[in-house]
């Protein structure tokens, strides 16, 4: 399609659908009009709610019981253990005595792919950077066991509130709270053996959950994003230790906040490789994006997106750092 047919045809759709022009023209770029007309229609229908058992408090067969008696429609996420999506019938998810013992988090798929991803073992010391409200920091502490160390940092001080509330409610007694900048990490008195930096972002996938997400940001907005998560993911490669693996994920879909971050991080530091996900969902990064040609390998990271997987949009790349050889 022609620039100039490009945006008249965005300049309609926009219109339409009540989205800032920018928006999808960069949907046009991207996936072509058929796929971007999916998108839009999928982001005007429901995301599926979607819980995590928390075995830490309850095996999962006991709390799988107790929910469907109590009328609660129960479907098994292929790649993840202990994970649901869950229908509780015109009930609210945070009703249930259940949900307020900690027995099960209501989380999104795409944040609970990304612990999958990282994969943190009974042992591991783990950093979760900017960790509230405390899903994904729960779901590493049940995935360890409750052993090893957590070390959950968050800067925004109301939101800690939520953090500390979320991991005493779920039992994980392995986990320390600290309020910092992400991006301030060098006198981190401790080298994780993993990181999840799921990292503060504009939040374009969260369309389909939000849909003032549709005029609410800028292209500045998304420039101002992809400048602090590139930060946050530098200091994240300083302290992560030599042969340590480390995830990155965003809840944006733009290219800006995602894949070239990546890129430049794997420019600046030939240690960082990416790590084929193993598991299969999703679709594969782009490492072609608006025709500029990034690393052949950022089509191991994985995304998701509404109309092609029934969630919201969300981005997850693992790396691992490697020692150079500098001989």
């Known amino acids: 399609m022609a620039k100039k047919e490009l945006r008249r045809r965005a300049k309609e759709l926009a219109k339409e659908h009540g989205y800032l022009q920018y928006m999808i ?4 770029t991207l996936w072509g009009e058929e796929d971007t007309l999916n998108f839009i229609e999928a982001c005007e229908q429901p995301i599926r709610t979607a819980i995590r058992i928390n075995t830490l408090k309850s095996s999962a067969g006991i709390v799988l019981g107790r929910l469907q008696k109590k ?3 129960l479907e098994e996420i292929p790649w993840l253990s202990d994970c649901f999506y869950a229908d509780f019938n015109h009930s609210s998810p945070g009703a249930l005595l259940e949900h307020m013992l900690g027995f099960y988090y209501v989380q999104g798929v795409p944040s609970m792919t990304a612990v999958s991803v990282l994969d943190p073992k009974p042992g591991d010391i783990v950093l979760d950077l900017a960790a509230a409200p405390g899903g994904k ?22 939101r800690m509130n939520s953090l500390q509330s979320n991991i005493v409610r779920c039992g994980a007694t392995n986990t320390l709270v600290l309020r910092g900048d992400a991006k301030k990490l060098d006198n981190v008195p401790f080298e994780p ?3 999840l930096l799921d990292a ?11 849909p003032t997400r549709k005029t609410s940001k800028t292209m500045a907005d998304i420039r101002f994003c992809a400048t602090r998560e590139d930060e946050m993911l530098e200091a994240v490669v300083n302290v992560l230790a030599d ?12 290219p800006e906040e995602n894949e070239y971050i990546v890129d430049d991080i794997l420019k600046r530091h030939p240690e960082m490789k ?4 193993s598991t299969e969902f999703g679709s594969p990064g782009y490492s072609e994006p608006y025709g500029i040609r990034l690393h052949e390998s ?24 490697t020692e150079v050889n500098t001989t």
């Open 193 to 195: 053996d993993k990181i």
């Open 25 to 28: 023209e960069r949907y046009l």
């Open 71 to 73: 009328g609660v429609t």
């Open 243 to 254: 042969g340590g693996t480390m995830v990155y994920s965003t809840c944006s879909i733009a």
């Open 200 to 210: 503060p972002c504009s939040g374009e996938g969260l369309i389909p959950l939000d």
């Open 137 to 158: 920091t729960t779901h590493i502490a049940q995935m360890m066991q409750n052993t090893g160390m957590v070390i959950a940092v968050e800067q925004d001080r109301l």
């Open 274 to 277: 990416i790590v084929e996900i």
């Open 298 to 321: 950022l089509k191991l990271a994985r995304r998701f997106l509404p109309h092609l997987h029934g969630t919201e949009g969300f981005f997850i790349c693992k790396m691992m750092k």
